[in-house]
């Protein structure tokens, strides 16, 4: 079963169309990623699909519910991480995880009990009792994300969930996602714009102005750009590179006293290679595709291009933070 | 119905939990007030004083200062809006299975009981101001107090409907609040000023919470109830006034608040 169907969605601002024409489903259990600079429109679309918005076309159904017609069924039914804290930092967690299971009905003797079990999950049962603006970044973000799920949601949206947070934290954050999932059974929907988070997930969606430009595995998205790419140094690159064309047919590009070329896969292709190979091999470097090269080749354009946007979202975010 | 009542109730606990925990908003409700009785007290008493026959004139303004700390304080419970909006609490509430008209009257709700307890802790200045208090007066004060900043919070949540940041919002209350407050007779009896100052006093529908709230506490012919075209006002009259007004501000607010958000 599908935990997300969106069908031909679209959304305008104005004369600005944020979002065209997008179509894809999630299936239940998957952590699914939405990958793409800022602006691209990942945003908006979390906020048609939890109701915030209602779209301008096509349509959209979360858990079997319509995200128009049905708006409390879908609200019950989900979990959300916003991009920038949702909070009441004067507040203690525990009351703001009070208020969250207050507002969503969650019965008296389940409440409790589901507090105390997801507090541990993230290791801030000991500072239950803190009020929230005491909190660094990441005990934020970890009380955000089990506030999302006391109401036990079955899909859990993660809008850019380790936005500002330094690498240790962020990796510690991907844990306890991961535990979650384990834990609750349940689908994941986040977005991001950092190239490693995403593989984290099983399935990626490549977006750029408001449209999908690929969707996959993040492995074979990879494989999409055409294999593995191979830079040896020989004695003779010269001869290399007609060796290489004639025994094995294979275009190269030679950069500085490199000879580069990309075949499907790496590690099949090294033993024999240098097995055959008659000149003087002096490096060998074989490295998967990353992300970046997919996002690369997918829009033209490098995702670190639009980092500006980001700075401008921490100073956003800090003037949140701090008041 | 469920997202309504649920909404009412988690936001205006909310409200109150934030009240509780601010010792210092709980101090200042009290300061403020007494600044005014000992300012405007000393100050207005050689002027207005012969106009309150029978009373003195502490004891006249004093239903009156209650009136206006009641009002502002439900005024400004508005503020919590805008607030939430900035500091993004507002998403988590509207992402909630409750309705729009739920977090509007659960914030209306919470903003008048903070208010009302506001009100009931300035009751502990009344017998020092030799005014004797019975349960029947209590209890009557207190429904006209939830009346009164009910309907008023409905202004406040209305005008912060529409404002993005505090600052805006505080100017717009300041403007709004200050000459309802000075022309209402909370400083004056209304009946005994210049006609211009009345009829503007009487269109004002503050005019009516104080005038109540003041019937509660004296007796006698003091300034007491407002005329209005040669009949004079009493308690209910006064109530039936601000409940209509409060009814409209509310429903103005509902409809204000799910047209935005």
Known sequence: ?323 | MNEIYRGIWVVAYRELLRFVQERSRMVTSFAFPIMFLVVFGAGFNRIVGPMTEGVDFIQFMYPGILSMTVVMSSMFSGMSIVWDREFGFLKEILVAPISRSGIVLGKALGGSVTAMLQGVILLTLAPFLGIHLTALMVVKYIFLVLLLSLSLSGMGIFVATRMRSQQGFQMVMNLLIFPLIFLSGVFFPVDNVSPWLQMIAKLNPLTYGVDAIRQVFLSGDAGLGVTVMGYKMGIIEDALIIGVLGLSLLSVSVWSFSRQE
Not at chain 1, 23 to 47: H, Q
Not at chain 1, 281 to 305: A, W, Y
Request: net charge neutral; with cysteine; glycine share 6%.
């Open chain 1, 1 to 323: 079963m599908n935990s997300i169907q969106v069908n031909r969605l679209g959304k305008k601002f104005g004369d600005t169309e944020a979002v065209k024409d997008v179509s894809f489903n999630v299936p239940e259990g998957e952590i699914f990623g939405f990958l793409g600079p800022n602006g691209a429109g990942k945003t908006t679309i979390i906020n048609v699909l939890c109701t915030l918005m209602s779209p301008s076309s096509g349509s959209a159904s979360v858990n079997g519910y319509d995200v128009v017609n049905q708006r409390n069924e879908v609200r019950r039914s989900v979990g959300l991480v916003f991009q920038e804290s949702t909070l009441d930092e004067y507040l203690s967690a525990e009351q703001n995880l009070l208020f969250h299971a207050y507002a969503y009905g969650v019965p008296r003797d389940v409440r409790l009990q589901r507090m105390k079990e997801l507090l541990n999950l993230v290791d801030l049962w000991d500072r239950r009792k803190g009020k929230t603006r005491t909190y660094s970044g990441g005990m934020k973000r970890r009380l955000e994300i089990v506030r999302g799920l006391i109401h036990h949601p079955r899909v859990l949206f993660l809008d850019e969930p380790t936005l500002g947070l330094d690498p240790q934290t962020r990796r510690y954050i991907w844990d306890y996602v991961k535990d979650i999932r384990k834990n609750e059974n349940l689908t994941i929907f986040l977005t991001t714009h950092y190239m490693d988070e995403a593989e984290h997930c099983d399935r990626i969606a490549v977006i750029d102005n408001g449209r999908i430009v690929a969707i996959d595995t993040p492995e074979r998205l990879k494989d999409d750009v055409g294999g593995d790419l191979v830079a040896i140094k020989s004695s003779d690159n010269e001869n290399a590179v007609k060796e290489l064309a004639e025994s094995w047919s294979l275009e190269t590009k030679v950069q500085d006293d490199l000879v580069i070329f990309s075949v499907p896969r790496g590690d099949e292709f090294l033993p024999e290679f240098v097995r055959k190979f008659k000149g003087q091999l002096l490096s060998i470097n074989v490295r998967r595709p990353t992300l970046e090269d997919v996002f690369l080749k997918l829009t033209g354009r490098d995702i670190r291009d639009e980092e500006v946007d980001e700075v401008t979202q921490l100073k956003q975010s800090f003037k949140y933070r701090h008041r």
